[in-house]
């Protein structure tokens, strides 16, 4: 697995003098590379393999010191990390201080946007293409590489359609490998699909075109007769009838693994004027067997265990300790076995979900709408308008994408939706595009939303059954953590009641989410030092345990209160303000949480740990906190 080319690559401009046997040498070791880090680390990996090829010919056409590229989804960006200088520095992709997993502008200039949402990158590169325009700068081109799992987003046809109107020049090379995470959905999928059929396209189109236009124009009814032959002959040879219709010129579909050929065309389309979309089919795990056969398992999988000699993968490592998305599939499932109403949603998260066990049981009430969360929060709204009680299971950071939809379509109407907010709080090595730091500010401003967080695995199951019996809308979150549970009697979830955990004289650990079993840890600890510190999981973060909370506020010395969210607008300010409604002292109160600034990516523990929210941070502030309110005494 030893790289001869590899190394050499300090920028593009080292691939030119390259042999076309030579680049077929260079895009091994690149895949090589890929493989090697994996046996290091988790990393994203199938859809980095299928654009290798496609990294490689748009560097040898273009040149992005001055041109314009944008990767969306930037989980690809690997293959384009390995040829823009940071070759020396890949093994450290992920970790603690080294390279980011997706495209990051202080790395390099030849990454223009922190891209980890999908769906941006035509709209973007548009607005690079008009400003270059407004500049004075049109010799320069942009490029939008988008795959077909995030087609379907809806701002990517807000964009189509602006660019079209604006009939600008842009390139748009759709990346169509018949996958998003899982594989991709809905009716575009099938229109791809059957482009990839039309093995007739590509010889046809010019002596179609030709023909058509050989035809005769004659009056009245014959005229519009011979209009319907020209529009079915174009729909039947034709692909891309929607991409023209919204002004772009559709070329494809074409082999995106075919490096000559790739060149070839896109030399072909680089000077030609107005809006083009590129038709690129490729295989997400292209040159990776066992990443080709299952995509699904290889976009991000466990670490390599054992490689053969030749670069194969023969085993991956397996194991670990259950996770809260687990707690909480399973109580999914079990709401849908109990309740033929409740329906789950997704946003091409099946499987970061753990729902492939409730799609396979509950096809009918399982709804995949691909990468379009604002549609399928608004989807939910009707759901519950007709009846149904419906879960709209998605990451934290995702969501987000939904906001206008949750507050119109949702709070507003005061319909029963449940969110389940998978990956919140710190995602570790996935970084500030996915870190899911904002949901309890931004839920906890609509009124109708109850806003709660199970403090560990105890909590998760009865509080999914609290928000499906709740008349409203109602959110919980959990994070991309292993399980943790607290041995006690638990409290049975009722709304506005947190859980006293434990009273104590000396202060008190208020945790909102699973940072609950940490407090607890931190107590037993503080305890053994002499300092008698309690701890309440609060659960709920609206409407808040007012009694309780108020009560710890009034009577003891210190309240600190833990949250893995930000601390802006988060649990800890929703307790500020109660306390100041109340007209209390709040100078006993202090803040624990997601400081105001973007968390860079690292493991999640060294992050916690960083924030002083781990077991010896949370002891730090109340020893720190303590001292100070002995010393004003």
């Not at 018949?178 to 575009?188: F, T």
């Not at 995509?295 to 670069?311: A, N, Q, R, S, W």
């Not at 995949?368 to 759901?383: N, P």
Request: glycine share 8%; with cysteine.
């Amino acid at each position: 697995m030893s790289s001869a080319i590899l190394p050499t690559i300090q920028s593009p401009a080292d691939l030119h003098p390259l042999t076309d046997a030579q680049l077929a040498q260079l895009a091994q070791e690149m895949r090589d590379e890929l493989v090697r880090v994996l046996s290091i680390r988790p990393a994203h990996f199938a859809s980095n393999l299928g654009v290798v090829e496609l990294c490689l010919a748009l560097h040898l056409t273009f040149d992005f010191t001055k041109d314009r590229l944008i990767w969306d989804t930037g989980h690809q960006i690997y293959p384009h990390k390995l040829i823009t200088g940071r070759y020396s520095n890949f093994e450290s992709i992920r970790t603690r201080g080294g390279l980011m997993g997706y495209p990051n502008p202080h790395e390099s200039p030849y990454d223009l946007f922190m891209t980890g949402h999908a769906g941006c990158s035509v709209s973007c590169a548009l607005g690079l293409r008009v400003g270059d325009d407004l500049l004075g700068r049109e010799e320069q081109h942009s490029v939008a590489v988008i795959g077909d799992g995030a087609f379907p987003s809806g701002i990517v046809y807000e964009a189509l359609n602006n660019t079209g109107g604006l009939n600008k020049n842009l390139l748009v090379i759709l990346n169509d490998n018949q996958m998003s995470i899982c594989p991709r959905v809905g009716a575009l999928a099938r229109c791809l699909d059957q482009a990839r059929l039309t093995n007739i396209y590509q010889g046809s189109k010019r002596q179609l075109r030709s023909i058509l236009a050989r035809l005769p124009v004659v009056g009245d009814m014959a005229n519009q007769a011979f209009e319907g032959v020209r529009d079915g002959l174009k729909a039947l040879l034709t692909g891309g009838m929607l991409f023209e219709e919204l002004g772009f010129r559709y070329i494809g579909p074409i082999d995106g693994h075919d490096l000559p050929t790739l060149r070839r065309w896109l030399r072909d389309v680089k000077d030609q004027k107005g809006p083009i979309l590129l038709h690129v089919l490729t295989v997400k795990g292209h040159g990776v067997e066992q990443a080709s056969n299952d995509p699904v398992t290889y976009h991000t999988p466990p670490v390599f265990e054992k490689i053969g000699p030749d670069g194969t993968i023969l085993s991956l490592k397996r194991g670990g300790s259950k996770a809260y998305t687990d707690a909480a599939s399973a109580a999914i499932h079990k709401a849908m076995q109990d309740d033929p109403k409740v329906v789950v949603i997704t946003a091409a998260m099946c499987q970061g979900n753990k729902l492939e066990k409730i799609r396979a049981e509950f096809p009918d009430r399982f709804f995949d709408t691909g990468i379009c969360e604002s549609h399928a929060v608004a989807f939910a709204a009707g759901l519950a308008k007709a009846g149904m009680r419906p879960i709209a299971d998605i990451y934290s950071t995702f969501l987000q994408r939904s906001y206008d939809q949750i507050f119109q379509e949702v709070a507003l109407q005061n319909l029963p939706v449940t969110f389940c907010l998978d990956r919140a709080g710190l995602t570790g090595p996935d970084g500030p595009t996915h870190h899911g730091c904002f949901d309890t500010t931004y839920l906890r401003l609509f009124p109708n939303m109850v806003v709660m967080a199970p403090g560990d695995e105890l909590d998760v199951a009865p509080m999914l059954r609290f928000a499906l019996g709740h008349s409203g809308p109602a959110s919980l979150r959990y994070p991309k953590a292993s399980l943790e549970r607290v041995d006690r009697s638990v409290a049975p979830i009722e709304l506005a009641q947190a859980e006293i955990f434990e009273w104590a004289t000396d202060g008190m650990l208020v945790a909102y989410g699973t940072l609950f079993p940490t407090c607890v840890k931190a107590a037993e600890r503080l305890r053994e030092e002499g300092i008698e510190v309690g701890v309440i999981n609060a659960r709920f973060a609206k409407p808040l345990d007012t009694a309780t909370l108020l009560k710890a506020v009034e009577d003891l010395p210190l309240v600190v209160t833990v949250e893995e969210g930000t601390l802006q607008g988060g649990f800890g300010s929703a307790v500020l303000e109660a306390a100041n409604a109340a007209g209390l002292d709040t100078r006993n109160i202090v803040r624990l949480g997601i400081p105001d600034r973007f968390v860079q990516h690292a493991e999640r523990a060294e992050l916690l740990a960083e924030l002083g929210l781990d077991v010896n941070g949370i002891c730090d502030t109340v020893r720190r906190s303590l001292a100070t309110v002995r010393d004003s005494i």
